[in-house]
């Protein structure tokens, strides 16, 4: 028989409960009506993560017998309904137990409905989710935790049928040489083109096209493809660029400073790798300095 100890950090709660795993619920933690009963790992692996609302009694049971599964003790905020979470700023729980301190979300999904709102880190979430499938292993876990949100839960079907589908459609690109070529060449340029002013007269050939997509590098159907492509997570490159663009402009309405501008060598460069699959390394491959080479002659005579 598991035996799991609570430590309640508020009063007037009795200070502490042994309570066995079989026989855990709300009621025999003694969590009032109109109450939100929020837990915490005291010691182990999940023991730096945020608290966790247990919203009934599975959920309960998920978080003290799977989630966290390596502690034995854990600490309990109860809070009326309506109040503060324990994760807010505004009312952060008494806890010997630091927790882990993290940075800004890069790429956050966020997603509200009638049971609240929630939001994570886009980029560990799908490295979480992708690893989850490779292994075949069941998304119980992630599914638990979003069951009240049905939103992010039609989300997470979203990414997992695109997870399995990117493989193909990454094979398919890249079996298509000319083009792939060419999508190596335009990343090239992007990266390089401070350096290189050829680079930056192909890039700014035409200032009407679209994140430097121009007749430069692709022909007009091509760079619909392109732009339509979607990566891993289900977005095109289009819309992970406007995402992108929106996040810069948000931070200058609120004096986070920079300005307007894609940066090139930056972001528009780091989206191309991350959606086409582009590894870094890319110009050491076979064939490709060949290639630029014979590219930037034919630009370079194109504009005599």
Known sequence: ????????????????????????????????????????????????????????????????????????????????????????????????????????????????????????????????????????????????????HKQLTTLLITLLTNIKTHPTRLTALQSTTPLHTHLKIYLHDLMKFSSNPTALDRLEHDPAAAFHLSKVYFTPPQIEYLLDYAGGTGLTFKQVMEVRMAKKMEKVREGGGGDYYVCSSHDLASVVREVFGIGKGFEEGKGFKAAYEAFEKAWVKSQR
């Open 1 to 148: 028989m598991r035996l799991i100890h609570f430590h309640f950090t508020d009063p007037p709660h009795t200070p502490s409960l042994t309570i066995s795993l079989s026989s855990l619920s709300l009621r025999t933690l003694a969590i009032p009506a109109a109450h939100h009963c929020y837990v915490r790992a005291a010691h182990g692996v999940k023991s730096q993560f945020a608290w966790s609302l247990a919203i009934d009694d599975d959920m309960l049971r998920f978080l003290v017998g799977s989630w966290a599964s390596d502690s034995d003790r854990f600490l309990v905020v109860v809070r009326p309904q309506g109040e503060p979470s324990p994760n807010s700023k505004l009312s952060i729980a008494s806890s010997s137990v630091e927790l882990q301190s993290g940075g800004e979300l890069d790429d956050k999904i966020s997603v509200s409905d009638e049971s609240g709102a929630i939001t994570v880190d886009g980029a560990s979430f799908i490295e979480q989710v992708t690893r989850e499938v490779a292994i075949g292993k069941a998304l119980t876990e992630v599914d638990c935790l979003l069951r009240p």
